[in-house]
């Protein structure tokens, strides 16, 4: 058995399956690791949550940001994207599998944990242990899940807090850990979160640096699988993996066996 972790798809269904030919996918022996953002900008949406749903258990997928926006969009909480052009959530809406398609993506977790390797799509704050960070995911996947997820949704949104503290409660918790685990990419060393700085790590704001580079960082012991971060781009070192490589912005959509770390990638069309 192969384990692939794929960076964001974002739509991109072409290259997703010309990525699975490439590394010669067979969903009765492999795995694939997702790393979220399956949909939204690129042009293919719905034909990537179809297909994903479809490999079963031979796909992994965790949450990004632009998935939990589709189930706000769906569940009437979020205003479309002014720009058409980063919003083509419109056809999944529409699907006559729409149901199945939200019910199918409110049941993946925001965290995947086996062996070593840890997969978030952004990231993780420096004061959060990996088995720490478990539990706080399954704290927001257990609202996602409820029957009242719909009041969850409603109150995602927002950048506030901006920190963790063990204190917090209730929609303010549940919102901080998902802006960490979906959002993350600048932070100070005590783990505040800056959301405005999108750049390569170069652009940090004064006192920030890459959630990555954060001395004594908590989960470095694991090696984290991630995407998000499409200026950052491939990025592997001994305890990361990132795969955002920017698909949808007309770049490539990338694959790293995990066994051996092997690299696979395909031009965007």
């Given at each position: 058995m192969a384990r692939y972790a794929i960076g964001d798809i974002q739509g991109c269904y072409r290259e997703f399956r010309q990525l699975l030919d490439l590394i010669r996918f067979d969903p009765t022996t492999d795995e694939l690791w997702l790393v979220g953002d399956l949909v939204n900008r690129g042009p293919q949406s719905l034909d990537v949550l179809r297909c994903v749903r479809e490999l079963g258990p031979a796909a992994i997928t965790v949450l990004g940001n632009?998935?939990?926006?589709?189930?706000?969009?769906?569940a009437g909480h979020a205003k479309q994207n002014r720009q058409a052009a980063d919003d083509t959530l419109t056809p999944i809406?529409?699907?006559?599998?729409?149901?199945?398609?939200?019910?199918?993506?409110?049941?993946?977790?925001?965290?995947?944990?086996?062996?070593?390797h840890v997969m978030v799509h952004a990231g993780l704050l420096p004061q959060w242990r990996v088995a720490q960070a478990v539990g706080l995911a399954g704290e927001v996947e257990t609202a996602l899940r409820s029957?009242?997820?719909?009041?969850?949704?409603?109150?995602?949104?927002?950048?506030?807090?901006?920190?963790?503290?063990?204190?917090?409660?209730?929609?303010?918790?549940?919102?901080v850990i998902v802006n960490a685990m979906t959002r993350l990419r600048f932070c100070t060393a005590t783990g505040v979160m800056d959301f405005h700085s999108k750049g390569e790590t170069t652009t940090a704001p004064p006192g920030y640096l890459p959630w990555f580079a954060v001395p004594h960082r908590q989960s470095a012991d694991h090696v984290l699988v991630t995407g998000h971060w499409s200026a950052l781009g491939l990025k592997l070192t001994e305890n990361l993996i990132a795969l955002d490589t920017g698909c949808v912005w007309g770049r490539q959509l990338s694959a790293v066996r995990l066994e051996d770390r092997a690299l696979f990638q395909v031009t965007a069309a």
């Amino acid at each position: 058995m192969a384990r692939y972790a794929i960076g964001d798809i974002q739509g991109c269904y072409r290259e997703f399956r010309q990525l699975l030919d490439l590394i010669r996918f067979d969903p009765t022996t492999d795995e694939l690791w997702l790393v979220g953002d399956l949909v939204n900008r690129g042009p293919q949406s719905l034909d990537v949550l179809r297909c994903v749903r479809e490999l079963g258990p031979a796909a992994i997928t965790v949450l990004g940001n632009h998935d939990l926006y589709l189930l706000m969009r769906a569940a009437g909480h979020a205003k479309q994207n002014r720009q058409a052009a980063d919003d083509t959530l419109t056809p999944i809406l529409d699907a006559p599998d729409r149901e199945e398609l939200l019910h199918w993506l409110r049941q993946r977790p925001m965290l995947h944990v086996a062996d070593e390797h840890v997969m978030v799509h952004a990231g993780l704050l420096p004061q959060w242990r990996v088995a720490q960070a478990v539990g706080l995911a399954g704290e927001v996947e257990t609202a996602l899940r409820s029957a009242n997820h719909s009041e969850f949704l409603a109150h995602l949104w927002g950048s506030q807090p901006a920190a963790w503290d063990e204190q917090l409660s209730g929609w303010p918790r549940l919102r901080v850990i998902v802006n960490a685990m979906t959002r993350l990419r600048f932070c100070t060393a005590t783990g505040v979160m800056d959301f405005h700085s999108k750049g390569e790590t170069t652009t940090a704001p004064p006192g920030y640096l890459p959630w990555f580079a954060v001395p004594h960082r908590q989960s470095a012991d694991h090696v984290l699988v991630t995407g998000h971060w499409s200026a950052l781009g491939l990025k592997l070192t001994e305890n990361l993996i990132a795969l955002d490589t920017g698909c949808v912005w007309g770049r490539q959509l990338s694959a790293v066996r995990l066994e051996d770390r092997a690299l696979f990638q395909v031009t965007a069309a």
